[in-house]
């Protein structure tokens, strides 16, 4: 991964587009739903992409490794407060339909780049 080009990074962009996504959800919801899990399902979902900014700015590729782990660990947490925001009646079906597309196809992207990092690390 080039340090200067992880705008251009697929996997980031998806990243983006949910946190967005969720950020849009979440501000039309009433206080206590945005003070309880609207907080914590917003931070794991910029987190995803942040972390994998973070890592593409380390010059070495164990700790790139680590900072995407941990932005996978990221969208495991996203999907948890998604499954409650949605048991809880606060997603409605149109969310949903725009949520789990970005959710199913940013896991197999972050589990590439891990690939990736492997297969360089054994060179």
């Not at 983006?16 to 794991?44: C, M, P, Y």
């Not at 070495?60 to 996978?72: G, S």
């Not at 409605?92 to 196809?105: C, F, N, R």
């Amino acid at each position: 991964m080039n340090v200067e080009n992880f705008e251009n990074l697929q996997v980031y962009q998806l990243s983006e587009k949910l946190a967005n996504e969720v950020w849009h959800v979440v501000t039309g919801w009433d206080w206590f739903a945005k003070d309880t899990i609207g907080k914590q399902i917003v931070r794991s979902a910029d987190s995803i992409g942040a972390n994998i900014a973070e890592g593409n700015g380390r010059y070495n590729l164990q700790d790139n490794q680590r900072f995407v782990k941990i932005a996978r660990g990221s969208l495991n947490e996203t999907r948890h407060w998604l499954r409650l925001a949605y048991r809880r009646n606060l997603l409605t079906s149109e969310q949903v339909s725009k949520l789990t597309p970005i959710v199913k196809d940013l896991s197999p992207k972050l589990n590439a780049c891990l690939n990736s990092f492997n297969r360089q690390s054994k060179r």
